[in-house]
C-alpha cells in the first residue's frame, strides 16, 4: 500500500511538473492562447480547475426572487447526447472503463499519456459536470433561469469532455488503424474522392485547430453524407455543426506533447495506425438508422 501510494505521490509531482513546463513553452504563442475560450491550450487541468471555480460562483436566487426566462436548448441537449452515448441519466455519470490496456495502442500512444488523459483529464470533466448538474438542479427548484443559462458554458465544457473522451476511447483500438472497408469507406470515397483525400483533409484540419480543440469525421443526417469539421475547446460535434460524431481526434496538447512534443502533425499521423474502423463504421450504421436512412 505504502509503495502505490508513493507512486501516485510521484504521478502526481510528474504531472504538474509538466503542466508547468507546458504553460511556459506555450508562451510562444501568448496572444493566441490569450483569446481561447476558457483556458492556456496547454494546460487543461487549470482549464478544468477554472471552471470548476465558475460553477462554484453561480449564485440561485430563492425560489419566487428568480426572473422568469427561457432556457437555452443547449442545456438539454447536452445531455440528452450524454445519455443516447453513454446510458447515463443526468447527473449519473461515470468514467468508463477501458476496453484496453493503456499500453496496447503504443508505440503510436504512449501508456502514461493514456492512463493520465483517461484518469485524470478524463475524470475531471466528470466531476465538475456533476457539480453542474447539482447546481442546474438547484436553479430548476428555483426557477432561476438566470442561474440555468449561465451554467451552460460549463455543462457544455466539461459535459462536452466527458462526451468526447469516451467516444475517443472507443475511435480507437490495438491492432487496428489502416484503411477502412464497408459502408464507411464507401461513405468516404463518395464525399472525398479516395481514402488518402479523405486522410489529408481530415489532418490538415485536425492539425490547423488554433489553441485546443478536436478534429472530426461526423454524419449529416439532412444530406445523408459524412463531413471533416473542427470544434474549439471540448464543444460537442452535434451542437456546434449538426452532424453526429463518428470519429473524433483530441488535438489539445496534453493528448500528444509528453510522446510528441510541440509537432502535433506527427500525434496526427500516428493516430491513423489506431483507429477503430469497427467502431466508426457501427456509429455510422447507427446514425443512419436513427435518421431513416
Known amino acids: 500500500?505504502?509503495?502505490?501510494?508513493?507512486m501516485a505521490d510521484l504521478k502526481d509531482a510528474y504531472i504538474a511538473a509538466l503542466e508547468k513546463k507546458?504553460?511556459?513553452l506555450s508562451g510562444i504563442e501568448v496572444d493566441q492562447i490569450k483569446k481561447n475560450q476558457l483556458a492556456n491550450a496547454a494546460d487543461e487541468a487549470r482549464a478544468i480547475s477554472e471552471m470548476a471555480e465558475y460553477v462554484a460562483s453561480i449564485q440561485v436566487e430563492?425560489?419566487?426572487v428568480a426572473q422568469a426566462g427561457v432556457v437555452n436548448p443547449q442545456i438539454a441537449a447536452v445531455y440528452s447526447h450524454i445519455t443516447a452515448e453513454l446510458g447515463e441519466e443526468r447527473g449519473a455519470h461515470v468514467l468508463p472503463?477501458?476496453?484496453y490496456d493503456y499500453a496496447a495502442l503504443e508505440p503510436h500512444i504512449s501508456a502514461m499519456i493514456m492512463e493520465i488523459?483517461?484518469?485524470?483529464?478524463?475524470q475531471g470533466y466528470i466531476t465538475n459536470l456533476k457539480a453542474c448538474t447539482e447546481k442546474l438542479k438547484q436553479a430548476e427548484e428555483?426557477?432561476?433561469?438566470?442561474a440555468m443559462n449561465a451554467l451552460l458554458p460549463a455543462i457544455k465544457f466539461n459535459g462536452g469532455g466527458h462526451l468526447n473522451h469516451t467516444i475517443f476511447w472507443t475511435n480507437m483500438a490495438p491492432n487496428a488503424g489502416g484503411e477502412p472497408s464497408g459502408p464507411i469507406a464507401d461513405a468516404i470515397n463518395k464525399e472525398f474522392g479516395s481514402f488518402q483525400d479523405f486522410k489529408a483533409k481530415f489532418s490538415a484540419a485536425s492539425v490547423g485547430v488554433k489553441g485546443s480543440g478536436w478534429g472530426w469525421l461526423g454524419y449529416c443526417p439532412k444530406n445523408d453524407t459524412v463531413a471533416v469539421a473542427t470544434c474549439q475547446n471540448q464543444d460537442p460535434l452535434q451542437i456546434t455543426h449538426g452532424l453526429i460524431p463518428l470519429?473524433?481526434?483530441d488535438v489539445w496538447e496534453h493528448a500528444y506533447y509528453l510522446q510528441y512534443k510541440n509537432l502535433r502533425a506527427d500525434y496526427v499521423k500516428a493516430f491513423f495506425n489506431v483507429i477503430n474502423w469497427a467502431n466508426v463504421n457501427e456509429r455510422y450504421d447507427n446514425a443512419r438508422k436513427s435518421a431513416g436512412h
Open 97 to 99: 472503463p477501458m476496453k
Open 247 to 249: 470519429l473524433g481526434l
Open 62 to 64: 430563492q425560489a419566487g
Open 22 to 24: 507546458l504553460a511556459e
Open 1 to 6: 500500500m505504502e509503495g502505490n501510494s508513493k
Open 117 to 122: 488523459h483517461h484518469t485524470k483529464h478524463h
Open 142 to 146: 428555483a426557477n432561476d433561469v438566470a
